[in-house]
Structures are given as C-alpha cells and as structure tokens.
C-alpha cells in the first residue's frame, strides 16, 4: 500500500507462503500430506510467533465421525516421513472443530496456541557437564529449544555469521579458542567435547583438498566443486537441505594449506580432482555440483567421467559461463579479482581512490566484514588472490566438453531480475534436457541463507529422484 508520504509499504503476503529461519514454506503442501493421515476430517496448518523471534508451524487437526481423537506422535512420524524436516510442524494441537469467519474459512486468528510447544527434535542428550553447556551454547546462538550432541551446527541452520557468534560464546564460557576451520570439520557436540586449544595443523584441516563437510551416508555423495577463490566452505550451508543420507564432500584448490605449484592448465586440475574424486567413490553413479570457476569444472568432471565408462546421475551447475564464471570478461580489475576471491564481499569496491588495496587493509576489510573469511592468515589470504587469479587464466582458454545427460542449471538474475540467458550457452555442450531455475539473486549471492533457501531444495528433490 502506499502511505501518506507517496512511499510503498509491505503488509504482507496474499497467499498461504511463509519464511521460517529462511526457508520458504507453502502451507498448503503441509496440509496436504497431512490431510492424508487417516481418521482426520479437517487440518489446518499456520505459522505462529507466540514469542518475538521464535516463529514455527503448528499443525490444527479435527478427527473424524466415530474415531478417538488422533494419535499426534503418528501424525509427526506421518509427516517427517513425507516432509523435510524444516516443513514439519513443531507442535499439533487437536480441536473439536476449526474456527471459521463469516465467509466459511479457517479463522487462523483464532486458532489456539500451543499448550506447550514442542521442543526440536533432539538425539542423545549430554553426557557431561562439558557437552551439557556445548549443547545450551549450541541452542543460545541457532535460536532453537534444544539441540543434540550428535546435531550438526549447519544441519541446524548454521551459517557463517552464526558460526563466529558460536566461536565467541565457546571462548567467553569455556576459555577455549575455537577456529571455524575446526567448527567446520566437526559441527557437533559430540566432536567438539574433548575441545582443547586448537593447533596450527587442525586449523589448516579445513584448507585440505577435500573438505569432509558430511563424511557419511548410505548414498552416493554429492561433490561440490570450489568457485573461484579455491575454498568450498560456502557449500556448508547445503547440509540443512541435502537430505542426511547424502554425504557431502567440498573440493578445494591446492595451495590452500600448503605451498604447492598451482596447475598449468584446467586438464591437470581436472586430472587432480578426478583423483580425489575416485579415492572416496571408486564407481558411479556421481553426482556432481559447481558455482562458478566450479559449475565449468563441474561438467569437465562429468564429462572426463563419462569418457571412463563411468554413469554420471546429477549434474547441477550454479551460474557458471562456459568460461568458468558467468561474465567471461578478461578486463577485470584487481578489485574484481579480490570480490571473486572472498565470495563477493563488495568492501573492495567501496575503498576510496584507484590504487591497489595493500594486505593489510585486505585484513582488515575481511575481519570487519566478519563470518569465516575473517579468521584467515596472511598467508591463506595471499594464496587465495593467487588461486583466484590462476582459476580465471586456465578456464578461459580451454574449451568445454561435451556431457551426454541432464543438467540442473540455477541461474543469476541479471541487474533488472530478468534471466540473463546464461543456461543457454551450455546447449552445445549437453546432449540432454538443461532444466533452467531462475533465482531473484545476484551471482555473487547465490551461496547466501536466503539463495540457498531458493536453490538448494529443488538440489534436493533432484538428488532423490536418483533413487
């Protein structure tokens, strides 16, 4: 609505669409599957904020003629079975009858709370005074009831910011200094309670070639290839939507680490990834994903795997060009490069005057922009401008491949919100169908909390259509 002063004012949604802690939820597909549930003859389902900042589903049920009234444990065992975890409701509460307006529709105003909300799921409980104040601190920063000392931090909805909150609560509480690095590769309670000081080498155990961002699962793994600047924390994010059964493993750019050459050409650093690849999943079928400098990798990866035989079952490509990025222009500026290398951080840009931006205001730019990027040394800072710098060179020249399948396309809105006709120059290097998904994101936010809330559950769904 527009208000006295001629500007437009958001009242609200004028459909049954929600957003809880970043995920976009239809209510309708919750009543559906509920609805299916024997015994019941009404469901409704709505999101409540009884307390600020504490919004969550709650699920309105109404038995049907002659049955008792509903089992609530096998609704949500009904539900959990049918839905992702984000969509179930946090509590049900069973009713005569649901209130209607004088139109005949559910009066959700009416609608009672909760007599006491249901706490999150949670798995094994502390085992020690030491994991029991893990497990608050775990709770206090994800804004939830109750966490589990085997719940991973990012399956949670831990993100970056949230991670460095963490780590500070951890250090003010415990005395203990927690690197992100470590928090990455050991996301719960259970890892984390033997947590001493940290040394130099379990710092660098993030910086590794492969990250082991969720080392287990009964599935084939999902591979996420770096963009760019060579590191694939941005992927963690993913973990609260890639269904559990779903390992996932980051691979990063050599040189991160440790002081390596970097490769020549993008053949020896696909030669090197398909060697990391074959040594966690010797056979197929893989599946594959890559933003950016990683969506062409992605497709060399599938394409390179094919040509061995091999069954390549997704490959997902976030906005990359057939270049590696998706602008392919070679005229960038040395600012542009350091925007790519740190996940699109635009502090660079915004520094008075042309001259080069020295390491130490590099430094200090990424530690006031907090998140995971400000915990890095000088030397891992250096080495992921090289890398960046590197990454751009070897893609440009070398031509793409061709991969006989599918591909699963998330492309960048352009600066009007319309599509940028990205996906379309992969056409003469897929013999497939290239399912386009256009996102409301700029490219460089694609790996954001509210982008992934768009992008990762169609990710989702695709990889359990393998099945």
Known sequence: RWSHEGLLEFV???DDQVKIRGFRIELGEVEAVLSRFPGLSQVAVTAREDQPGDKSLVGYVVAGGGTSSPDTDGLRAH???LLPEYMVPSAFVVLDRLPLTANGKVDHRALPAPETPKPARVGRGPRTPREEILCGLFAEVLGVPAVGIDDSFFELGGHSLLATRLASRIRAILGVKLSIHRLLKTPTVAALSNLGQVDSEEQDSALEPVLDLRPVGSRPPLFCVHPGGGMAWCYAGLLRYVPREFPVYGLQARGLAADEPLPADLDELIEDYLGRIRAIQPS??????GWSF??????????RLQQEGEQVSLLAVLDAGTGGHASEDSTRS???LLELAFDGIGAFHAEPGDAPIEMPRILELLKSHGGTLASLEERTVAALIDITENNLKISRPAAPEQFDGDMLFFEAAGRDGASTGLAE???????????????PFEHMQMMSTDALADIAPVLARALKKQF
């Open 294 to 303: 990683g969506g062409k990798v992605a497709h060399t990866l599938a394409a």
């Open 12 to 14: 609200g949604r004028a």
């Open 284 to 289: 197929g079928p893989y599946s594959l994903l």
């Open 334 to 336: 040395r600012r542009d």
């Open 79 to 81: 539900a959990s079975g």
């Open 425 to 439: 120059v992969w056409e003469p290097y897929v013999s497939g169908h290239i399912e386009k998904h256009v996102t």
